[in-house]
């Protein structure tokens, strides 16, 4: 990283313009390529933001948040793709904040329409909405939209290196471009003669950027391969640094604590107690807060604790009910949304035999391994910092307005991180870390958060309620009327990220719900908003992790009434729908050998969702046992259109089932006298190796569709299937998460 920004005289990066720029989009602002944020010295050459050649070798730029997810392994691979290198040969660094680094995959999510049902049109509109990610500073990791940004413009970026490397050798060589060749690393002549890339960096740093084609599918040597993952070793051997490991000559370490009220004042502490603790040797008022100073984190975390505060109340309700209560209040106001509104809800068909079901979820924490933490030194005239943050420029940003600085003033590096799920997609933690170190001229300091900080002091799932009214009449759905309420993470986020909460129908509250591809005849779901001051935001496969489970546990209610197979009940409706969508419900019946019966003891359910462009179906087999109700086996099925890493794909579908049922089985965040009061994992428990389903069986569709998101999808199905086969199993029906206070299940 340090070498990031001071490129060597001898070292270049090459790509195409359609790297930093992507297509033409119509107006030149949104055409020119951004700034290259990789500043040479004097003497040093940057020609653009993604590929790094030097004598050392080369090195490819993923300015994405290494989360687990396996993102710099699949950026780099898209590059060694088109450079002719080994994946493995490439080193890989994150870089600077960069607006060049803006994530174009966000923009057909941004489309009010069903992702299923976006036609070549409204993807070109949606690809013309990704410009403003550009405007915004939006290097931004989230969304499943990492592998959706790369796909393209990191295969220019080899593609363009590779040939503009070719056009030097052959000047070199006085030969036409055509006549070369690359292999391993080099160009290769008509004579066998071979040039290292490292050999040719200075000439080709003199000539203007070569555009290539890039090479079909057909060609393809790495992608749609498997790859070893570049940070698996360092994991495995404790080298990887994260942002809690980051160690400065002279560093101090300090522990946060805050107002338990979120949004409240500290209206005074009494520090007497925490400087009496070994190894403290500050308190630092940090307005809402305070950070204990000391020589190790050990004395910093239990100062932190010995501090005596004087706290004021938080804007929001002060319990989980009267939350609730707000949402039931706001169902029965004005809509906010209805993005779904087909035929006629209002009137059940004649005939139809009617099902009523209401429905609620939890508010959830991100609880992801790594708590959060930051790392920075204020030199007065310029800072350095260390984050783990899903985004760079806006966390940048944050510590500058800390620290009084230009943005241009501060150094930031972003770690890899233990697990984000849209947790680390905010400032708060890096803008703390720069509060106090501007406290702390030119000492560094390592600002951590306890598990109890970084849980009662979230942007949590919202919580939410759901009320569903259906018809069935020989054997199908004829009528769907759902009503979902509860906070909107959408503005939340946004306010922190753009400066505003856009206007119009919140498309993210309802997804999962209005647009999957059911052909139902009347159909209308509509959203409900409730505004307080709890801060919530985006937790992984935010909406539908709520929706997925509301409507698909409604779809199931309705095939028992209808007194149809719930998988063919689904599939019914779906296959003339959305081909997709259906070519994964056919795959996990076939991977379950699904038949609709179960035998005494045995319980199955299914579940679909189609979220981030990638339908997913699971089905969840439940046994019960003298020890309780163990989940057994589980399948899934996903088709993100393209697997670059099927084993990679693999990994992110298990995580998201795992999450997902971790969520389903234990989790909830409540509030008593407006703190929340799930503190550790003791009592915010995750599924464990034990419980986990012995059998889980992925298969992965590749239907030739545009590539899609991999990250979230196989969460949203999880709770249903798993409700769904409970139902199979007792013949209850589960419409309260989390479960396990419902039902008796292994421990």
């Known amino acids: ?17 359609a790297i930093a720029g992507g297509v033409a989009f119509g107006v030149y602002a949104a055409r020119r390529p951004a700034p290259n ?41 898209l590059v060694a793709e088109e450079l002719d290198i080994a994946p493995d040969a490439l080193r890989i660094e994150h870089g600077p904040p960069g607006k060049a680094y803006y994530n174009r995959g966000m923009g057909a999510q941004a489309l ?54 070719k056009e030097a050798a ?100 009494d520090p007497a107690a925490a400087l009496e603790v070994p190894g403290v040797e500050q308190v630092v008022d940090l307005g809402d807060g305070v950070a204990v100073v000391a020589t190790n984190s050990w004395s910093a975390m239990q100062g932190a604790e010995a501090v005596v505060f004087d706290w004021a109340e ?56 790594e708590p959060l933490s930051g790392t920075a030194v204020y030199h007065g005239d310029r800072m350095e910092i260390w984050s783990g943050n899903q985004l760079p420029i806006h966390c940048r940003r944050a510590a500058a307005a800390e620290a009084g600085l230009p943005e241009e003033a501060v150094t930031m590096h972003t770690t890899l991180m233990g697990g984000g799920f849209g947790r680390r997609g905010y400032t708060d933690f890096t803008a703390y870390a720069a509060r106090l170190a501007v406290k702390l001229p030119g000492v560094p300091v390592q600002l951590l958060w306890s598990r109890e900080e970084d849980m009662t002091h979230g942007f949590y799932r919202p919580g939410a309620i759901a009320s569903f009214r259906g018809g069935v009449k020989d054997g199908t759905a004829v009528l769907l009327d759902g009503k979902i309420a509860g906070q909107s993470a959408t503005a939340s986020y946004m306010e922190i990220l753009v400066g505003m909460a856009p206007p119009g129908p919140d498309k993210i509250h309802v997804e999962g719900a209005f647009d999957q591809p059911y052909a139902i005849p009347n159909a209308r779901v509509r959203g409900y908003l409730a505004k307080f001051g709890l801060p919530v935001g985006p937790w992984r496969s935010v909406g539908a992790s709520v929706n997925g489970f509301f409507l698909d546990s409604f779809m199931d209610e309705m095939a028992h009434a209808a007194g149809a197979d719930p998988l063919e009940f689904r599939l019914a409706l779906m296959r003339g729908e959305d081909a997709r969508s259906a070519g994964v419900l056919e795959a996990v019946r076939e991977a379950s050998g699904w038949t609709g019966a179960t035998p005494e003891g045995v319980g199955r359910g299914v579940a679909f969702c189609y979220s981030f462009g990638t339908p997913v179906a699971e089905v969840i087999e439940v046994h019960q046992t003298d020890a309780g109700i163990r989940i057994a086996k589980a399948w899934i099925a996903a088709d993100p259109g393209l697997a670059l890493d099927p084993d990679n794909v693999k990994a992110q579908l298990f995580g998201g089932l795992a999450y997902g049922l971790s969520a389903a089985l234990h989790q909830q965040i409540t509030f008593a006298d407006g703190a929340a009061e799930q503190l550790n994992y003791y009592d915010y428990d995750a599924i464990r190796m034990h419980t986990m389903p012995e059998v889980v069986d992925i298969r992965i569709v590749e239907s030739g569709h545009r590539i899609s998101g991999i990250g979230e999808p196989g969460t949203p199905p999880a709770a249903a299937a798993l409700a769904n086969a409970l139902f199979d199993l007792t013949g209850k029906r589960a419409r309260t998460l989390p479960l396990a206070g419902e039902f008796d299940f292994v421990t």
Do not use: C
Request: glycine share 10%; proline share 7%; net charge negative.
């Open 112 to 165: 009010p329409m069903p992702e299923y049902k976006v036609s070549g049109w409204a993807e070109t509109i949606g690809n013309q909405l990704t410009v403003v990610g550009k405007f915004f500073d939006m290097q931004v990791t989230g969304g499943s939209t990492s592998t959706v940004d790369g796909f393209e413009k990191m295969r220019h970026a080899g593609a363009s290196a590779r040939e503009t490397l």
């Open 314 to 369: 938080g804007p929001y309700p002060a319990t989980t009910e009267e939350m609730y209560d707000a949402f039931a209040r706001a169902m029965e106001g004005d809509a906010n949304s209805a993005l779904l509104d087909n035929g006629d809800a209002d009137t059940m068909p004649e005939g139809a035999t009617e099902v009523l079901a209401d429905y609620r979820v939890p508010y959830l924490s991100h609880a992801q391994m």
């Open 1 to 17: 990283m340090s070498r990031i920004g001071k490129i060597a005289r001898r070292s270049f990066l090459i790509g195409s313009a």
């Open 37 to 77: 944020p990789l500043v040479p010295g004097e003497g040093e050459v940057a020609l653009n933001p993604f590929v790094l050649i030097d004598g050392e070798g080369v090195t490819v730029i993923v300015p994405k948040a290494e989360m687990g997810q396996g993102v710099r392994t699949t950026w780099a691979t």
């Open 170 to 269: 052959a000047r070199r060589f006085g030969v036409s471009r055509s006549s070369l060749k690359t292999e391993d690393g080099a160009v290769v002549a008509p004579d066998g003669t071979r040039l290292p890339y490292t050999e040719l960096a200075v000439e080709a740093a003199e000539l203007d950027p070569v555009t290539a084609d890039l090479r079909p599918r057909s060609d393809w040597r790495y992608l749609g391969k498997s790859q070893p993952r570049e940070d698996q070793m360092p994991k495995a051997t404790g080298t990887a640094e994260f942002s809690i490991d980051v160690r400065l000559p002279g560093m101090k370490f300090a522990a946060l604590k805050r107002n338990p009220y979120q949004g409240g004042a500290m209206k005074g502490f």
